[in-house]
């Protein structure tokens, strides 16, 4: 059912015929998205629909091709990138912005300080004004004196919200606010956005977690390839409706390119081969629960399709010894198997290559080579001496391995596009031989030619015997690379589909994660 339209006065944000074309291609068209005040309106939408262009056209730092902007029934025009924000728009990122040496108090009012004629900043006003906004968000007055180092995720997603609230007078944008958070912290974070909307907010609710949407949103929106597919209030539409206004009606299937050897052979699983990894009922504190059990199999690329915040990343980072495990166990190559650091885990020939790859994966200040022989130390330095040859030797034969385009292997690493910076990561694994990869959104940020030469080179090195654990949020990509995919939510696995079986396909997988959330969702009530 189409929305009404609304007259302007009862809009917090009336975005009208947007779009918006970089170079010749249109990324919008046509989009209207409009939001009432005291209203949870959720924007959902694929990867790369669109969604985070139109926000950017909302907060003014993005001119859009053609339409209009109205916050709060003002004209958007672009003058300043203050705008937006003196209009009374306020956005919480997905990325934190909170300086974690301040305290709650701090960081609300950083930037915009309120200080007196002499320029002194007023702190019992501060004080004062912060109190009475937490007590309207129904938000606790302790994390106001307590440095956000010291907070829980759920308490600087609330920081977040108050930050954002004291300046949104019309609209206030939240990009995937529940990703870090637990089933019981994402509930106290819903009775906060219920009460910003009852304060006559109008909230824009970013989410690829759709039950979320469901439970929390007023109305809906969703976009693909850049159009409103779907415009309704919540209660007059479903899951099944959405997914295909998501993904449209056509089943997407992808099928990887096998040898006649391996098709004849059957898929790694079926080869009566023992497993490469062994995980039986791992938990992870409130991260993963009981029923996190799989086997991954030499041969084989296992994807693992989730939403943010179902525990993907942190499986990865338990197998890599990079978060302790609380209950279940592992075995590698039929031994135990429990890393007690990153470094353990890569003495056994486990590597992991990070989501963020310029923070945890690369030091972008030093040479390639330096990069590139850093967990195999040991093998490259004799008498405490470090054979620089031998490591240069060893790198160059890499680079010309995964087509990295440098200057050669002493040019420094931060000087490199970010599609050859992720070859050098994989470069560090198969530098260490690992016998293990495991692959945390290995794409992201890179050209499309990177990425396929990346998963090329990843298929090559499983090909040759080894395992690989594939966690992307493009299910497309899932689906090209994987020979069999777990669907994860809640923290724990749900089921396993291999390829070429029914609901192999990225509207099934969807459906999938987010069915797994309605099951996991059920089973804790029964349990509460």
């Not at 950083?110 to 019992?124: D, I, W």
């Not at 969703?222 to 415009?231: D, I, K, N, P």
């Not at 298929?459 to 015997?465: D, I, N």
Request: aromatic residues 4%; charged residues 20%; proline residues 3%.
């Amino acid at each position: 059912m189409e929305l009404s339209s609304p007259t302007t006065t009862t809009l917090a944000l009336d975005m009208q015929n947007i779009g918006m074309r970089f170079v010749e291609d249109w990324v919008l068209r046509d989009v209207v998205f409009a939001v009432q005040r005291g209203s949870v309106h959720a924007l959902v939408g694929h990867n790369g629909a669109g969604k985070s262009t139109l926000m950017k056209i909302a907060l003014g730092a993005v001119v859009p091709t053609e339409g209009t902007v109205k916050i709060g029934g003002a004209d958007l025009t672009y003058s300043q990138p203050a705008e937006a924000r003196n209009l009374g728009l306020g956005m919480v990122f997905q990325e934190r912005s909170l300086i974690s040496t301040l305290s709650g108090l701090d960081n609300i009012f950083l930037n915009a300080e309120t200080v007196n004629r002499y320029g002194l900043v007023r702190q019992g006003a501060e004080a004062a004004e912060a109190a009475a906004l937490c007590d309207q968000l129904g938000i606790s007055r302790s994390v106001l004196q307590r440095r956000v180092s010291e907070m829980s995720q759920l308490e600087q997603e609330l920081v977040e919200i108050a930050k954002a609230m004291r300046l949104a007078r019309s609209v206030l944008i939240l990009d995937e606010p529940t990703a870090p958070l637990t089933e019981r912290e994402i509930e106290i974070l819903f009775g906060v956005i219920r009460n910003a909307a009852s304060l006559g907010i109008g909230i824009v609710l970013i989410t690829h977690h759709l039950l979320e949407a469901f439970a929390i949103s007023d109305e809906i929106t969703a976009l693909r390839e850049g159009h409103v597919t779907l415009s309704s209030r919540t209660a007059d539409t479903d899951m099944d409706h959405l997914i295909e206004a998501m993904l449209g009606s056509r089943l997407i299937r992808i099928e990887a390119a096998v040898s006649a050897e391996q098709a004849a052979a059957g898929p790694p699983s079926e080869r009566g081969t023992a497993p490469a990894l062994s995980v039986e009922n791992l938990q992870v504190g409130e991260k993963l629960h009981a029923g996190t059990s799989f086997d991954l199999y030499p041969g084989e690329i296992l994807g693992v399709a989730g939403l943010a915040g179902s525990g993907r990343t942190t499986l990865l980072r338990t197998i890599f010894g990079d978060t302790r495990l609380t209950g279940g166990s592992m075995q590698l190559h039929a031994q135990p198997y429990a890393p007690r650091s990153p470094a353990d885990a890569i003495g056994r020939n486990v590597f992991m290559i990070p989501e963020d790859r310029r923070a945890h994966g690369l030091v972008l200040t030093a040479p390639i080579v330096e990069n590139t022989i850093l967990p195999i130390l040991d093998r490259v330095t004799r008498w405490g001496l470090l054979r620089i040859g031998q490591g240069r030797k060893l790198t160059t034969r890499l680079m010309t391995v995964l087509g990295v385009r440098s200057r050669g292997p002493d040019q420094i690493v931060g000087e490199l596009s970010g599609g050859n910076q992720q070859k050098i990561v994989l470069a560090k694994a198969l530098a260490a031989d690992a016998s293990l990869l495991l692959l945390d959104e290995p794409t992201y940020g890179v050209d499309i030619g990177a990425a396929a030469d990346l998963i090329s080179r990843v298929r090559e090195t499983v090909r040759s015997g080894r395992a690989a654990l594939w966690v992307t949020s493009d299910f497309r990509e899932l689906l090209e690379v994987a020979d069999r995919v777990l669907i994860l939510a809640g923290g724990t696995v749900q089921r396993t589909i291999k390829r070429g079986e029914e609901g192999f396909d990225e509207p099934s997988l969807l459906r999938a994660v987010q069915r797994g959330l309605y099951t996991h969702a059920a089973s804790e009530g029964q349990g509460s």
